[in-house]
Structures are given as structure tokens and as C-alpha cells.
């Protein structure tokens, strides 16, 4: 029999990563054979356990914090998105040997909003938060023909440079919190990790249009403070990023078997 498959999730922290049970859920449903472990690796680590991984016949790689930018240095040939976004976090050994990189995260955070009704077209997006996730969505949504993208950041000269990388494919723009007060939004995008800590970014009261959707990429076992703002400001949805963590397994699936698994009962099996 030949060895089975290898995947593996890598960051650090990686303890309560729960991509391997997305993977071994989406591996069940499909028939697919394939192993998918976590491991704690550190950024001074990465490139010599991503050697290994790869040398002992390792098939594929997510990478997550603090990896995304290492990743995408370490790839040999990177898609399109991947390359705008300058972040990883799906890495496939090709046939040729070659690393492919690619970024799933933008494509599972525009499914999972399609899959919870939430209309991007004409829609004026804010998102507070100018890091690695912030980069790896701008360029989905903007080919989902939003009006605008107002990029908001603590660091506020970030928020402008990453605006600048990205304002040719689109309407972007960057700014401190304070600037966006008398602004109002019809999507609101938490990409801070302020709900990691517990946080809220320090967002002024009625950003928040009329039927407005709300959504957090952060998670967790219960409502983040940003899902909480959301209900508080009255948003038609308050959403977190559990639906996008398997929309982007899902994609990354794809690129490693062909097989798209079916998202929607891991999702619920994983809020239950
Ligand atoms: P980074 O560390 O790259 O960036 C963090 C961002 O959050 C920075 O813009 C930082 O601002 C800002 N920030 C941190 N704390 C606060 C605070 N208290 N108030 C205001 N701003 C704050 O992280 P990532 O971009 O990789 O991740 C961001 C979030 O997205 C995390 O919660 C992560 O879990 C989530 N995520 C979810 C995914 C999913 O599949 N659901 C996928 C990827 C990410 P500054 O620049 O000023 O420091």
C-alpha cells in the first residue's frame, strides 16, 4: 500500500488550531486518505521544519500566525492573490517539485458572507485592522464590486500604505479611528486580533448603517466583544470567523485533493 498523504497546520500557538479536525471532517466526507497534524512552530523554526516536512514526502501546509509572510517567502511559485496579498497560508507540493503558495483566507471570508446572505456589491466596507488577515481580503472583495474599502489602523501609517498597495484595483482608502467619526458603513470587518485579548478597536458610536452587517474574522466559544458591538449597534448580522476558518480549509482542500468537501455540516457540527 503507498504511505498515505501528509498535511499539517503550522503557527505558534498552534494548540487550539481545530484545522485538523476541519480536515479529517472534510477527509471522511469526501473518502479521501490523508493524515493532517498541527505543529508548533515557531517563526525561527520555519524554514528548517518546512524542510523536513516536505523531504520526509509531506504533501501540503497551512500556515498560520505568526508564518503568512515567511510563507510566502518560502514558496516557488505563488498565485495570483497570494502574490498581491505578500501572505501564505496554504503551501502544496506541486508534481514538478515545486512549492506552490497561495492565500485562501479572502476567498473564505466573501464565501462564507455569500452563505450568510450578505450582499458586497454596492456596499461601502470598513475594516479596522491593517495586518496579515487585512492584506489576504482586500483583493476578493474588491472583485466582489464594493463601492469602497476604508481601511481604519491604531498604527495609522499602515493602514494608509496597505491602502496604497491596493487602491489600483479598486476604491481604497486608510485612516486612523479617529478619522472615521460622521462616517457610516454598510459592512463593518473586524481584521484586528483585539478581540484575541478580549478588545474592542476603539470604533466611534453609529459607523454602523441602517441594515448593516457586522462580522469579526476572530472566533471563539462564545459571541467576541466585536459580534457584541455588532448586536449593540444594531446590525441586521453579527457574524464571527468560523464559517470563513472552513471556507478557507475548504479552498485549501481543493488545491491539495480536487475535491470540494461540503462546508456547511462541519460548520454547524463545529458551533455545536
Ligand atoms: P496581525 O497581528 O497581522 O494584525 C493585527 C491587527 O490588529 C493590527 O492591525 C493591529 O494594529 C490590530 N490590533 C491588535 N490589537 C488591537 C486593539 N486592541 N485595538 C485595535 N487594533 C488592534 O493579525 P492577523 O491580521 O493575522 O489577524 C487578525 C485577526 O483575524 C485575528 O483575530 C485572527 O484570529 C483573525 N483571522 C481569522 C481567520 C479565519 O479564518 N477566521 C483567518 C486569519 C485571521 P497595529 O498595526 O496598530 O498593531
Known amino acids: ?71 510566502f517567502q518560502r514558496a516557488d511559485t505563488l498565485t495570483p492573490r497570494a502574490q498581491k496579498s505578500k501572505a501564505v497560508n496554504t503551501l502544496a507540493m506541486q508534481s514538478d517539485g515545486l512549492l506552490l503558495g497561495d492565500n485562501t483566507d479572502g476567498v473564505g471570508l466573501v464565501t462564507d458572507l455569500k452563505n450568510n446572505n450578505v450582499t458586497l456589491s454596492g456596499k461601502k466596507v470598513l475594516i479596522p485592522g491593517a495586518g496579515g488577515a487585512s492584506r489576504g481580503i482586500l483583493l476578493p472583495l474588491q472583485a466582489e464590486n464594493v463601492t469602497s474599502i476604508t481601511i481604519a489602523n491604531r498604527t495609522v501609517n499602515k493602514a494608509e500604505r496597505l491602502a496604497d498597495e491596493f487602491k489600483a484595483s479598486g476604491s481604497t482608502s486608510g485612516c486612523g479611528f479617529n478619522d472615521l467619526n460622521d462616517q457610516q458603513f454598510n459592512i463593518i470587518l473586524n481584521a484586528t486580533s483585539a478581540s484575541l485579548s478580549g478588545d474592542l478597536p476603539p470604533l466611534p458610536p453609529h459607523l454602523l448603517a441602517n441594515d448593516g452587517v457586522c462580522y469579526d474574522l476572530a472566533y471563539g466559544n462564545e459571541d467576541t466583544p466585536f459580534v457584541t458591538w455588532g448586536y449593540q449597534q444594531n446590525a441586521q448580522k453579527s457574524l464571527d470567523g468560523l464559517g470563513m476558518l472552513v471556507e478557507q480549509a475548504a479552498a485549501a482542500f481543493f488545491i491539495w485533493r480536487g475535491v470540494q468537501p461540503d462546508t456547511a455540516p462541519v460548520i454547524t457540527a463545529l458551533k455545536s
Not at 488550531?17 to 486518505?33: D, L, N, R, W, Y
Open 1 to 71: 500500500m503507498p504511505p498515505i498523504d501528509t498535511y499539517a497546520v503550522f503557527g505558534s500557538p498552534i494548540k487550539h488550531s481545530k484545522s485538523p479536525v476541519i480536515h479529517s471532517m472534510f477527509a471522511e466526507q469526501t473518502g479521501q486518505q490523508m493524515q493532517y497534524d498541527k505543529q508548533d512552530v515557531p517563526a525561527e523554526q520555519f524554514k528548517a521544519a518546512i524542510s523536513q516536512f516536505f523531504a520526509q514526502g509531506g504533501r501540503g501546509v497551512n500556515c498560520t500566525v505568526p508564518l503568512k509572510e515567511l510563507a
